[in-house]
């Protein structure tokens, strides 16, 4: 039988849109088991409390286990290359944090390309670092305290405890023209050390600093975000004293490249309703941090933007893992 021409073009169009269809009606069902949502640092840090905040709160919306998985080691390269080369379904997710932007640049040889093998699905939140001093120097303000340095150049040491607080007080070296000394602490050493004044100066998370600083230990110059930050309303911001300075620790999730863009936009506009959530900001804050809503592109903006700002620093201080 001869299909009339008008019969015959309806029926094309409509088998040629099937694929459209059944690829949105699957993700419109994404996802139908549980997803594993990896991240790099371990149980107890930062990012695992923030994946597991997130994590909580997509299971909510979608009706399925966001399983937190912790692939510590390498500086978050382990996480990274495992979602790298998992299936590009949607069912594993990366926990993607500021340091996998410093990554980029600072390790030659990786067993992934993070820009190109991580597609960006949404960012999550920002925190500040602490600039923070030992009580016994004698500088109440950054610009007190970049006098101070000047006037003892090399004689101030710099404490660092992971690969952020380093490129925080590099990039402020930098800017400030200053010759401080730096001395890396493995982990949670370094509070200790800053407590006893082996060094005294150092740009620590918020969150681990914030009690010392209130109780006196140790005295808080400025935050390093471009604002203040609520939870240390009276503090400056850095910026306010060295116009462009800014260091922070974002997050964000990510996913295998290929991961089918229904996938991704369903999942942003998910994690974007948890951020407009009033007890999910709450939660957020009492960790130090804001939100950070966004769309797939915004989020792949701040992190070329921010592989491109930390490069330029461990280019120039010629920065080695």
């Known amino acids: 039988m001869k299909l009339p021409r008008r019969t015959f073009l309806h029926l094309a169009a409509g088998a040629a849109a099937l694929p459209a269809i059944s690829r949105f009606a699957w993700a419109q069902a994404y996802p139908t088991r549980p997803v594993r949502l990896i991240e790099g640092f371990g149980a107890g840090s930062a990012p ?60 030659d040889k990786l067993s992934f390309d993070f820009i190109r093998d991580i597609v960006p699905i949404a960012s999550i939140a920002r925190v500040p670092l602490v600039m ?41 070296k930098m800017m400030a023209g200053l010759d401080l000394f730096h001395v890396p602490y493995r982990g949670a050493q370094v509070f200790p050390a800053l407590l006893a004044g082996e060094a005294q ?18 005295r808080a110059l400025a935050v390093t975000t471009t604002t203040r930050s609520p939870v240390l309303p009276d503090i400056p911001a850095l910026s306010e004293t060295l116009p462009g300075y800014e260091a922070s620790s974002w997050y964000g999730i990510g996913a295998p490249k290929n991961t089918p863009a229904e996938i991704i936009k369903r999942l942003n506009t998910q994690v974007n309703a948890s951020l407009a959530d009033a ?43």
């Open 48 to 107: 695992d409390v923030l994946a597991r905040l997130i994590g909580q709160s997509l299971s909510e919306q979608l009706g399925q286990s966001f399983v937190v998985e912790n692939r510590s080691g390498a500086n978050s390269n382990i996480a990274t290359d495992a979602v790298a080369r998992a299936s590009p379904d949607g069912y594993t997710l990366l926990l993607i944090t500021s340091t996998n932007a410093i990554n980029t640049t600072l390790y």
């Open 132 to 172: 923070e001093v030992h009580p016994s120097v004698p500088a109440r303000t950054v610009a007190e305290f970049i006098a101070y340095a000047k006037a003892n150049a090399g004689k101030v040491n710099m404490a660092s405890a992971g690969t952020l607080t380093q490129m925080a007080g590099e990039m402020f």
């Open 201 to 218: 100066v150092y740009f620590g998370p918020l969150l681990s600093s914030i009690g010392y600083v209130r109780a006196g230990n140790l």
């Open 279 to 321: 007890n999910f900001q709450a939660r957020l804050a009492n960790l130090g941090a804001t939100v950070l809503p966004g769309s797939p592109a915004d989020f792949a903006k701040l992190i070329a933007d921010e592989t491109m700002k930390w490069g330029k620093v461990i280019l120039a201080a010629n920065i080695k893992p």
